[in-house]
């Protein structure tokens, strides 16, 4: 079963997704790669925000996850809250809401490290926040209001159109994606609406105020549809998906990324077309054999790493590996190690092992390579957790030491 990614977020190369189990992916790179980062909870996340290096991630059960760090490290700091938490919002200065089920909200003045009630918005069922152009905190609701708060106190807002779920402030704009697939756009922070039919009828779940008049939304259905004239008129490029999409994010310099229920649908010319981007292991089935795999003289070994990722070895010391079912591959070598026979690892923990003295071992994924002294003529490797790895070398059983560095 596919993971769902509720949300995204990003700031220049860097891409954050949060969603089921409580994952967290995140690529320093536009997304050509990813890695999925350790957290410290299993619920559902639904909203990720971010300013500078501090983001917030909110889910299930009243679930908040803090990073100060880009996104790098985790820390669960969920409060007495117990309510489902659908949005949340950060400011530069690190004043944070999270809203939720039964107008829950939730404030913090610390980048989202520690959390008390707010100001409660009563039966309501919130489903997203965000910050307008005057530093107010926005929380929509799926019964049809949008309410500021402004110091200690809500002003509300009634919204046209039925069961909004999708929101977006951005200048002096906010908009607003209702379950008919309308997208309905204010100037005055809600007071006033232009409605504007996207033409789909699919309810939409996230949407994103770009610049130059971008605006794009994303839903039901495999649903995304791009205006380049504030809402004005729209279109719908193919995306050759039916699953739900939940989140939009734009970097302003034309890549739009949306994502939902199985992979992650990119572009890179401003919408006029979308690509799909296996972004975790999960998304990418091995459908071998793959006949351009980097490598030099034969392979030996393989390694099924997990659902998507395969690691070969083979002659010449060659390492490559795939983390997209085959699709592309990252060729890395230790020149030295000679005829690389077998392959095995835990996490980003790898053992390659081989003819001669070819026993090598990784602790970045393959990216680069160290010795591991012990007998010649390695023929197989394999183990239980990166801890605990054994080898047939030259016909003997080998345990890896506790340094890592020799076969005893």
Do not use: N
Request: proline share 3%.
């Amino acid at each position: 079963m596919s993971l769902v990614h509720r949300a995204v977020q990003g700031r220049g190369q860097l891409l954050v997704l949060v969603g089921s189990g409580g994952h967290v992916l995140r690529s320093e790179d536009g997304g050509q790669r990813w890695k999925r980062m350790q957290t410290p909870v299993r619920q559902e996340l639904a909203a990720v925000a971010g300013a500078g290096e501090a983001l917030i991630a909110a889910g299930h059960r009243g679930t908040l996850l803090s990073s100060l760090d880009e996104g790098r490290r985790w820390t669960d700091v969920s409060c007495s809250a117990e309510a489902d938490l659908r949005g949340v919002a950060l400011r530069d200065d690190g004043e944070a809401i999270a809203v939720g089920l039964g107008g829950t909200v939730l404030r913090s003045r610390d980048h989202g490290r520690t959390w008390k009630a707010g100001p409660s918005l009563g039966t309501l069922c919130l489903e997203a926040a965000a910050v307008d152009a005057e530093g107010r905190f926005l929380a929509l609701a799926l019964e049809g209001e949008l309410a500021a708060l402004q110091g200690g106190t809500w002003t509300r807002h009634k919204v046209p159109g039925r069961s909004p779920r999708a929101l977006c402030a951005r200048g002096g704009l906010v908009a607003v994606g209702d379950g008919d697939g309308r997208v309905h756009i204010s100037r005055d922070g809600g007071a006033s609406w232009e409605s504007r039919p996207t033409g789909s009828g699919s309810a939409l779940h996230g949407l994103w105020l770009g610049a130059a008049g971008l605006v794009v939304a994303a839903g039901d259905g495999g649903l995304v549809v791009v205006s380049e004239d504030g809402g004005r008129t729209w279109t719908r490029p193919p995306l050759l998906s039916k699953q739900p999409r939940y989140g939009v994010w734009s970097d302003d310099q034309g890549a739009i990324w949306c994502v939902g229920i199985g992979p992650a649908f990119r572009s890179t010319d401003g919408g006029k077309s979308f690509a799909k981007v296996p972004v975790q292991a999960g998304d990418a089935l091995l459908e071998g054999p793959w006949k351009k795999v980097p490598v030099r003289g034969k392979l030996r070994g393989l390694w099924v790493a997990g659902p998507g990722r395969v690691v070969l070895v083979g002659d010449g010391g060659s390492v490559v590996q795939t983390r997209d079912g085959g699709q592309t591959w990252a060729r890395s070598a230790e020149e030295d190690a000679g005829s690389l026979i077998a392959v095995w690892g835990s996490g980003e923990t790898m053992l390659a092992v081989g003819g001669g003295f070819a026993q090598i071992r990784s602790e970045d994924g393959g990216d680069s390579w160290i010795q591991v002294t012990g007998r010649p003529g390695g023929a197989s490797v394999h183990g239980q957790g990166a801890g605990r790895a054994f080898a047939v070398l030259d016909g003997a059983v080998c345990r890896l030491g506790a340094d890592g560095l020799r076969w005893i």
